[in-house]
């Protein structure tokens, strides 16, 4: 029974909005699969009661479709939804690998990826592959309409889940249709610099280039204490704090003997303001791991 296990990712990372993903080496999802005549689905873990069994609204269900290998999947759910952590992209990741092993499909990684962000899309109602890139392929990757480009990459995050329902659907809706020549200067520099601190493993490099003004501040709205937890995260040492994909998770970027510190400024200005929160210390990780 082939199992697979893919990792939670963090898409945008500020200036790379729909583009950039990171694969995290904590929490993941793990997913096994069994030949059977029609598709069915069980869920177990993290947020198990907010996910249908449905295969017409589970995102594995449009995978198994797109790969015509029905099976029956068991997701146990490392990835609570609605996190802002790729959650319904790591469950579409590792079903794409593990059916694509379980009935030989023969497909690449890479020719993985447009078939998993189709489960996406039967959830955020959209398919982009910023998240599923990373969940596949691991490291840091760059997801344009042209492909895919992959870069292992090592560094240290810290991602802090508040107890708030951010939904990728509300999130996207206040995304600002327009921008000046000015922001997109300013965007397009510092995805640049992001691009080279991944490559030279810098923190500081990849904490500068995440600073966003286009989508950022718009959904920075929808997260209580925002502004409060990016600052404190930086007065901690953190090199850069952005929102974690649609959110409401929040991702800083950190030298590794700094982790702690941040994960508890974050989660201390989380607890001030009455919001229970939860710390991940991870590093940018591998892909999709088949058992
Ligand atoms: N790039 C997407 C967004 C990721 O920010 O809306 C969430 O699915």
């Known amino acids: 029974m082939p199992t697979a296990r893919a990792p939670a990712t963090s898409a945008n990372l500020g200036s790379g909005f729909d583009v950039f993903g990171i694969a995290l080496s904590r929490p993941a999802d793990v ?46 759910k490392g990835i609570r939804p609605a996190s802002g952590l790729g959650s319904s992209a790591a469950s579409a990741a590792a079903a794409a ?55 292992d990459a090592d560094i240290s995050i810290v991602v802090t889940l508040p107890e708030i329902v951010v939904s990728t659907r509300d999130a996207r809706k206040v995304v600002p249709r327009e921008t000046t020549v000015e922001r997109l200067v300013e965007t397009v520099g510092n ?31 929808l997260i209580d204490g ?28 950190t030298h590794e003997w700094n982790q702690r510190a941040v994960a508890n400024a974050m989660l201390d200005t989380f607890e001030d303001r009455g919001i229970d929160a939860r710390a991940y210390q991870t590093e940018i990780g591998e892909g999709t791991r088949l058992y």
């Open 31 to 76: 997913v096994r699969v069994e030949r059977a005549e029609r598709t069915t689905i069980e869920v177990t873990g993290a947020g198990s009661q907010f996910i249908p069994e449905d295969p017409e609204k589970n995102t594995v269900g449009a995978v198994a479709d797109a790969l015509d290998a029905p099976a029956h999947i068991e997701i146990d």
């Open 97 to 151: 690998v593990a059916l694509n092993d379980l009935y030989d499909r023969g497909k690449s990684r890479k020719e993985l990826v447009p078939i998993a962000a189709k489960g996406e899309a039967v959830v955020s109602g959209d398919a982009h592959d910023d998240n599923v890139a990373p969940a596949i392929l691991g490291g840091f990757t760059i997801a344009t309409p042209d492909g895919v480009t992959q870069v």
């Open 191 to 221: 995805a640049a610099t992001l691009t080279a601190g991944m490559y030279r493993d810098d923190p500081t490099l990849v904490g500068r280039g995440m600073k966003d003004g286009i989508v950022t501040p718009a959904r920075a709205k």
């Open 226 to 253: 925002y502004d409060a937890v990016r600052e404190a995260a930086l007065e901690a040492g953190a090199t850069g704090v952005t929102i974690s994909g649609a959110g409401p998770g929040v991702l800083a970027v």
